[in-house]
Every structure is written in structure tokens, then in C-alpha cells.
């Protein structure tokens, strides 16, 4: 946007954003107003608009605008207009008042405290907002100070970590005087507090936010007015007034003392505080029942979140203390605690998961019998709870539905339970729930839980246990017809997860087999006994296969079942594990090419034909290549040296179908991958015994990638060279394979933002390249096309995308790893002397763009494959990776916008100093984490 836009027509497409009902134009009202946003003009806009009030749509717009501008693009303003910004925000929120649009106000405070982060120029600008407006205009300046310390936080505005602690200071120098003005605001709205319910929250989450960066200190706190109120909230009984409080105020109250609990746990000295908050929570045992008589779930689970996180912050205490028969004092929190899972509401209890998680991590590692004694009551009770919370509604007739939030919970309970059990031990959980199974009167609900739970702890169940399970697999092979839907269901799961069992107890899998056959074709439960059937071929596979025909005879009708595909493909995977196991290998080659058969004679009459796919139905290839992957993939056959592959007559046969569905839908992207997939599963399952395919296979890849540039044949050319390079005979054409997909690839990423927009193609393209540098790295090392795809590599270092940049990063690797790896090898000083060389002319560049990768593109969490490379790189001539990183370092920029200091010498000189002297992956991605903090 080349001029400013006149006002008027400003609002006129603020207004057809919010107010036209035709779809078209808002579209283009939306697109127009983003471009307005992105352009330097929106500065000057957003302040007219501001100062005008139109309109709420028109000022929300203009203060949404002028947050965003502070937010992301501070460094478009010349220093000498932060202060006449400043002066201008300072007068937009004076003008606040109770008519203000709450998320107008909230625009405004954001905008002016990143502007606040972002201008040092502006000497303790808190105490300047105090002094400003704590007399007339409260309201916003609590907005203020709550989302100042917020911003601070939030990565996403680049400060750098000098900036983030010399702000930090200044609050904490600050902090008196905004205690004595939220003392003065708890006082001046202390009587009939309840009808002061928003301000009061507001109070609350100021304090709040000060606390959580630690700019409040934490001691002297106990006798802190804004703390009493929160808990005074807490303790607030309905039955004393005809008012309730607040869902927000009770909130507030809960979120100020979890957030003083957490600094807790870094703060272990301040005993005073500590005790004033354990004494307070353990009593609210009393709000906490009122709530669940007035079924006041929001309060419910507030005070939940409270119990729970005092456990947390007291959890290495009551561990570290206990022992010898004696228990730690706090060891009470956890009754308080199963208190809130004995809640009738589900989700009251899920809030208690992390603390069991922690819990048994705790004692797994200790591994103190005595310890995992003393909790052993509480687990105990904890699985009993959740047995109960695990009750499908009496009235349910059928079963639960994926993506059901039930489901989930009950998903989230099994996970825990598998965490916890060895606390309590398997098999004494697993016979508790076989005794509810049997106590009189139980409902199905009850039953189908107690089984529910069994099916968690079945594979722990140790396969000598003789006494309880033989009676539950007898229960379920002679469950009655009239048994519940759901009961049926979870039974012939948890007979799929006894497979364990069943492998030591052979004289089993007979009936066991035959029930689950049956089973196959009942409505509802099809899709359970196929997975209790894979599980069941996969462990006890040196026992199935004499049962291979009967199972194939199954396959043949699989579609008439009401299971879904998923399910079949299962059953295809089991099926497929056994075949490897057949007797003889004329055996093997029969059954797995029946299997694959069944596969492809479906996709060549879908060739042979004029359908069109439909995603999902029998006319879409990719379900029958899914299902053909699934057997390729799992069919494992032990093949002695100079053998025949029992396995290749068949791919022989799979392979003209998988090429005719290359031609015959080589446009559809979708269909494409799949195919491949199939492709790639093929070449394993033979390993390198297909060398007559090769030609056939990367020539039809090489003409489609061409036209249609599906990055999927990439990856199939990957595969190829893992299996072939090492046979002298296959280099010379893989290189030309790879010299064919140069030009289409180089292509796609040179377009504009192609490295972003292609990131599948950079994955593949440079796994590809990873695996010649693996396979054959003086061939490739010496091919003429190594300088392009070098430069390409680093261009592509800077890419954010997980995997992507981690193809590439393995790519640098693997080429420094080969100027100092297998040193015994005959080529070992050409290929010590050719990455030499290239170093020599990239290694600069290499390391540079890797120092400006970390600071300014990739997230966190992807810098310990950059650290791999450095490892790479300072084992290979540390001295010269030194003066590389010296000078990446001294590229970077030493201040940031509006003069904030991002990184000192020093601090430059520390992190050099740190990489250089580390030998490990892990301590270059903490000096490599140290780097970006200065800079974000």
C-alpha cells in the first residue's frame, strides 16, 4: 500500500468486515484491511481512528492495529516519535472510561506495554502509569500492570534476555509501590466486596502477574491484604449471604495461590509463607463439599487445582521425609486430594493426573519398596475412583464414539493407570477388578469398567499367573448373547491384551481364535476382535502358523464384516507376521501371494476401468496400496546368505500393477504417495534382490517427477540407494537418478518462498542426499552437482520446519562425519581430503548461517540437531570451527531495535568459549539456547 488511505474508506471496509453479509466482500474488505495493517501507514491510521470514536468496530480495529505494529514491527519508527507514540497511547487510555469496550481497553494496555518493553528511553515508565492514573482512571492502569509482566514473558516479542532481566529489576525496585497501590485498591473496595466483583478480579490478576515473573518477593507475603482476599474468596459460604460470588472472582482467587505454589517450588526456604498457604488449603475441605452440594462444578474444580498443586509443591518433602514408618506431616494432601476424584464429574479427577504422573516417576526411580509401600492405599483408592469415573451412563444401549470426550477421559485413565500400577502391582489390580466382576447385583456399567481397567494392566499380568485369568479368558469365550453391546466390546479387547498370556498357555488359542472369529462378523464388536486378533497372530506367531489358511479364508470375506478399514488393515498386519513363519519357504511364497493378490486384483480392475476414485470407498486405489503396504511392511522372513527370498517371485508380480498405477494416476498427488509407500515396503521386504526392477522403477520415476514434481519419488530414491550404493554396480546410475531430479527439485525451491512453501520436497530431496553420503560418500563427494545442492543446503538451514530442517542438518552432519569416519577404510584419506576442501571454501558460511539460524528462525526445540553438526565440526578441526563461529558471532547485531542491548562481548566471548570447549550434543544446544535467549 503505496499512500495512505483517506479515513472514511477505511471505515467503510471495517464495516464490511463486521456488517456486510455478503461472504465475497468480507473476504476482500479482510484482505484490504491486512495489507493496510502490514504498511507503515497503519501507525498514523490507527491514531486517527483512535482519536475519531466512530465507531466500537472502527476503534477495536485501530487499537488492535496499533497493538500488532508495537508488537511486530516497533523497528519502522525512528527513535525520535517513541515519545509522541507514548504521549498519544498515554491519552487514548486517559480517555477510558466505563462505557469502553473491555477488549478496546485491553488492545490499548497491550500496545502500551510493549511499547513500555521496547523504548529503555523510558525510565520506570510503572511508577510514571502509577502516579498518572491511580488516582481517576483504576482501570486501566491494572490492565496495564497485569499484561506488562505477561509481555514480558511472551517470547513473541524479541527482547533478548538483557532487556527481559534489566526490566525484570526495575519491576522488582518497582514492586513496593505497586504492593501499596493494590493494598490501596483492596481497601478502597473492601466493603460489600461482592458487588465489586470485576474490579477485585482485577486486583487479583495484577498481583498474580507480578508474582509469576518473580518481581514480588516472597516473603512478607503471608500477611499480604491482596492474598487474605484471595482467600477470604476462597472461604466465602453462600449460605451466609443470598449473593454467590463471581465463576471469574472465585478463578482469580484459585489462580493467585496455584501461581504462589509454583514460585514455591523454586523458593524452598520460605517457610513462613509455606506454612500460611498449607494451613489455609487443607482447610477448605469444608467450600469444597458446599460446592459439590450446590453443584458448583466451576468451584469444584477450583478448589481441586488448589489441593493438587499443594501435593505438587509439597510432593519431594512428603518423599524425602517418609520412610522407616514414618510419614511426612503433608502426606494428608493426598486424602484431600482423592477427595476431588471421589467427585461425581469426571473431569474434576482428570485435574489430578499430572500430580500421579509425578508421583510414580518419583517412586519408579526411587525404587524404595518400603516407599512404594507407604503410597501403595492411596493408588489403591486412586484406581477404584477411576474405575467409577469410568461408567458409561446406565441408559447407553450401544458404545462410545471416537473423538467423545468420554472416550478421551477414559483413554487419559488408562495411560495413567498403566503409569501407576506397578505402585499397587498388576496382578493384584487385575484380581481387585475380577472380584466386581463378581460381587452380586453389579450393573453392565460396573462390569464393563472393572473389565475397562483389567484391559490397562492385562500385559503386566505375568503369563505364570494360573488363578484369576484362566476364569476371566473362560468367562469371555462363554460370555451370553444377551450380554450388553459394550461388555462384549471391552471383553474381547482385553482378550487381545492377555495375547502375552495366551503365547505361555498354547492350549488356549484354539477356542480363544474361534471365538474371535466369530466375533469378526458381529455388528459392534468386529472391530475389537480384529485388533485382539493382530495382537494375538503378532506375539503368538511361532504358534499360528498351521491356522494361516483358515485366516486367509477369513481375508477373502473381511469386506462383508462391519469393521472399518483401519481394522483390516490390522488383521492384514497380524496375518502378515505370521506368514514369515511358515515351515517351508515354498509355503511362504504361497500364502504372501495370495495376501497381496487380494490387494491387487482390485486395483488393476480399477486401472482396466473408467471409475473415478472416491476417498474411502472400494473404487479408491489408496485403500487397497494402504492394505498392500500393511503386508509388504510386516512379512519378515530369516534369509541365509546365497538363499532365494521366498518373498521376491511375488514382488516380481506386485511390481507391473504398482508401476501401471504410477501411470495410470501419476497427476493425483494423494494417490502418488501411497503407491510409493507401497514401492518402498516392496524394495525392503527383497533388500537388494530386485536389482532387475531398478531400471524399470527410477526410469517411470524419473519422467513422472519431471511432470508433476510429487516429492514422494524422492524419498522412494532414498530408499533405493540405502539398498543398492553399496553394490559398485548400481553407483553410476543412482548419481544419474539423482542428477535427473536436480533440475525439477531446484526448480520448486527457487521459487518464490519455494523453501517454505515445498518443505516436503527439502525433507526428502536432502534425506535423499543424507543417504549417498552414507551409501557411497566418495562418489558423491566428487559429483559435479555437490556445489549446487551445498548452496542449496544453505539456503535451506534457515527453514522452521521440523522436519525439513532436520533432513538438512543430517545432510551437514553426515558430510563432516565423512571427513573423519571409518578411518580403516581404503578411501578413508580421499574422503578426509575432499570435505577438507569443501570446508574450506563453506565452512564459514556453513557456521554463520547456523548462528543466524538459531537466533532468528528456528524454535527451540530443533536446535540439538544444529548442535550436532557443531559436535560434527569441532571434532573434525576445532581450531578452525573456532574462527568460523568468532566471526558468525561478531556478524550478529549487538543492539537491537531503539538501542536495547541484545548480546555483550562478554556474553558473545562466554557462548564461544562454551561451544568450542564441548564435546557433547547436549552442552552445545544449552550454549546454543543461551545464544537465542539474547536475542528473544
Not at 559436535?871 to 578452525?880: A, H, S, T
Request: hydrophobic share 40%; aromatic share 8%; proline share 4%.
Amino acid at each position: 500500500m503505496e499512500q495512505k488511505p483517506a479515513l472514511d474508506l477505511v471505515i467503510s471496509a471495517v464495516s464490511a468486515l463486521y456488517n456486510n453479509p455478503d461472504r465475497s466482500e468480507k473476504e476482500r474488505a479482510s484482505q484490504w484491511l491486512l495489507e493496510l495493517q502490514k504498511s507503515v501507514h497503519a501507525w498514523t491510521v490507527a491514531d486517527e481512528l483512535l482519536h475519531l470514536k466512530r465507531d466500537i468496530e472502527s476503534c477495536y480495529f485501530a487499537a488492535q492495529t496499533m497493538r500488532t505494529k508495537i508488537h511486530q514491527s516497533f523497528h519502522e519508527l525512528p527513535q525520535e516519535v517513541h515519545n509522541s507514540l507514548r504521549d498519544s497511547l498515554l491519552d487514548h487510555i486517559n480517555q477510558i472510561n466505563d462505557a469502553t469496550s473491555t477488549v478496546i481497553v485491553t488492545q490499548l494496555c497491550v500496545a502500551l506495554a510493549d511499547l513500555a518493553l521496547q523504548m529503555p528511553s523510558w525510565q520506570n515508565p510503572m511508577l510514571d502509569l502509577i502516579n498518572r492514573f491511580s488516582q481517576n482512571n483504576i482501570w486501566p492502569l491494572l490492565e496495564i500492570l497485569t499484561v506488562f509482566p505477561e509481555e514480558l514473558e511472551s517470547r513473541s516479542v524479541r527482547l533478548g534476555e538483557n532487556r527481559r532481566l534489566e526490566v525484570l529489576e526495575d519491576m522488582k525496585i518497582c514492586a513496593p509501590t505497586v504492593n501499596e497501590f493494590l493494598k490501596h485498591c483492596s481497601n478502597l473496595y473492601s466493603n460489600n466486596w461482592q458487588d465489586h466483583v470485576q474490579i477485585n478480579v482485577k486486583i487479583l490478576r495484577c498481583f498474580t502477574s507480578w508474582v509469576s515473573v518473580g518481581a514480588i518477593r516472597l516473603n512478607d507475603l503471608a500477611e499480604n491484604v491482596v492474598i487474605n482476599r484471595a482467600f477470604e474468596i476462597l472461604n466465602f459460604k453462600p449460605q451466609e449471604d443470598k449473593r454467590t460470588l463471581a465463576g471469574a472472582f472465585h478463578e482469580a482467587a484459585t489462580d493467585c495461590v496455584c501461581t504462589l505454589l509454583l514460585c514455591l517450588e523454586d523458593n524452598n526456604n520460605q517457610m513462613v509463607l509455606e506454612n500460611y498457604l498449607f494451613n489455609n488449603i487443607v482447610n477448605l475441605d469444608v467450600p469444597y463439599h458446599l460446592s459439590v452440594a450446590n453443584e458448583d462444578q466451576g468451584k469444584s474444580m477450583d478448589y481441586c487445582r488448589l489441593f493438587t498443586e499443594l501435593a505438587e509443591s509439597f510432593l519431594e518433602k512428603i518423599i524425602s521425609n517418609s520412610g522407616h514408618n514414618q510419614t511426612h506431616y503433608a502426606v494428608k494432601i493426598l486424602d484431600l486430594v482423592l477427595m476431588c476424584v471421589g467427585h461425581h464429574d469426571y473431569e474434576v479427577a482428570e485435574i489430578t493426573f499430572n500430580l500421579w504422573y509425578v508421583l510414580s516417576e518419583e517412586l519408579y526411580q526411587k525404587n524404595n519398596k518400603e516407599l512404594t509401600e507407604l503410597f501403595r492405599p492411596y493408588v489403591e483408592r486412586l484406581v477404584t475412583a477411576l474405575c467409577r469415573h469410568c461408567q458409561m451412563e446406565p441408559d447407553c444401549d450401544g458404545l462410545l464414539e471416537d473423538g467423545d470426550d468420554f472416550k478421551d477421559f477414559r483413554g487419559k485413565v488408562s495411560d495413567l493407570i498403566k503409569d501407576v500400577v506397578f505402585i499397587v502391582g498388576s496382578s493384584s489390580c487385575f484380581r481387585q477388578m475380577f472380584v466386581n466382576l463378581q460381587a452380586s447385583g453389579v450393573t453392565w456399567d460396573a462390569s464393563e469398567a472393572s473389565l475397562f481397567i483389567m484391559q490397562a494392566v492385562a500385559k503386566n499380568v505375568l503369563p505364570t499367573e494360573n488363578e484369576v485369568v484362566p476364569k476371566v479368558v473362560e468367562a469371555i469365550l462363554n460370555v451370553p448373547e444377551t450380554t450388553h453391546l459394550a461388555v462384549k466390546y471391552t471383553s474381547v479387547l482385553l482378550l487381545g491384551e492377555l495375547c502375552e498370556w495366551i503365547e505361555k498357555h498354547p492350549d488356549t488359542l484354539d477356542p480363544v481364535l474361534n471365538f474371535l472369529v466369530c466375533c469378526l462378523s458381529q455388528q459392534g464388536v468386529g472391530a475389537a476382535a480384529a485388533v485382539a486378533l493382530q495382537n494375538i497372530c503378532a506375539t503368538c506367531n511361532e504358534h499360528m502358523p498351521r491356522h494361516v489358511p483358515i485366516l486367509l479364508q477369513l481375508l477373502q470375506q473381511v469386506d462383508t464384516f462391519a469393521i472399518t478399514n483401519n481394522a483390516v488393515i490390522g488383521l492384514l498386519k497380524g496375518v502378515a507376521s505370521i506368514v514369515g513363519r511358515m515351515p517351508t519357504p515354498a509355503e511362504t511364497t504361497r500364502a504372501m501371494r495370495e495376501l497381496c493378490l487380494m490387494q491387487l486384483n482390485p486395483v488393476c480392475q480399477l486401472i482396466d476401468g473408467d471409475t473415478v476414485p472416491v476417498r474411502g470407498a472400494r473404487t479408491d486405489p489408496v485403500l487397497w496400496l494402504d492394505r498392500l503396504s500393511s503386508v509388504l511392511r510386516h512379512v519378515n522372513v530369516n534369509v541365509r546368505e546365497g538363499e532365494p527370498h521366498p518373498c521376491k517371485p511375488v514382488v516380481l508380480e506386485v511390481w507391473p500393477v504398482l508401476s501401471r498405477t504410477f501411470d495410470k494416476y501419476q497427476s493425483d498427488l494423494r494417490i502418488m504417495e501411497r503407491c510409493c509407500r507401497s514401492v518402498r515396503f516392496m524394495l525392503r521386504c527383497v533388500s537388494q534382490r530386485a536389482r532387475e526392477l531398478l531400471d524399470q522403477l527410477v526410469g517411470q520415476m524419473v519422467r513422472i517427477y519431471g511432470l508433476y514434481k510429487h516429492s514422494c519419488f524422492l524419498y522412494v530414491g532414498s530408499i533405493l540407494v540405502d539398498e543398492y550404493a553399496a553394490d559398485a554396480a548400481c553407483v553410476r546410475g543412482l548419481l544419474d537418478m539423482l542428477q535427473a531430479f536436480l533440475e525439477p527439485t531446484f526448480q520448486v525451491l527457487q521459487e518464490e518462498n519455494g523453501l517454505r512453501q515445498h518443505p516436503d520436497t527439502v525433507d526428502d530431496f536432502f534425506r535423499l542426499c543424507a543417504r549417498f553420503m552414507q551409501r557411497t560418500p566418495t562418489a558423491f563427494l566428487q559429483c559435479s552437482s555437490l556445489v549446487h545442492i551445498l548452496q542449496c543446503a544453505l539456503l535451506a538451514s534457515t527453514l522452521d520446519h521440523k522436519e525439513a530442517n532436520m533432513s538438512v542438518m543430517k545432510f551437514f552432519y553426515d558430510l563432516v562425519n565423512q571427513g573423519q569416519s571409518d578411518k580403516s577404510r581404503a578411501d578413508y584419506e580421499e574422503r578426509q581430503a575432499l570435505v577438507r576442501r569443501i570446508l574450506d571454501e563453506y565452512g564459514q558460511q556453513l557456521v554463520s548461517n547456523l548462528v543466524h539460524s538459531c537466533v532468528f528462525y528456528l524454535h527451540s526445540y530443533m536446535l540439538s540437531e544444529v548442535a550436532d553438526v557443531f559436535v560434527q565440526l569441532l571434532d573434525f578441526d576445532r581450531e578452525k570451527t573456532g574462527e568460523w563461529l568468532a566471526r558468525g558471532l561478531e556478524s550478529l547485531p549487538k543492539h537491537g531495535h531503539a538501542g536495547i542491548v541484545t548480546a555483550t562481548p562478554h556474553q558473545l566471548t562466554g557462548i564461544h568459549s562454551s561451544i568450542t570447549r564441548s564435546n557433547t550434543s547436549k552442552s552445545v544446544t544449552h550454549a546454543l539456547k543461551d545464544l537465542t535467549r539474547l536475542y528473544r
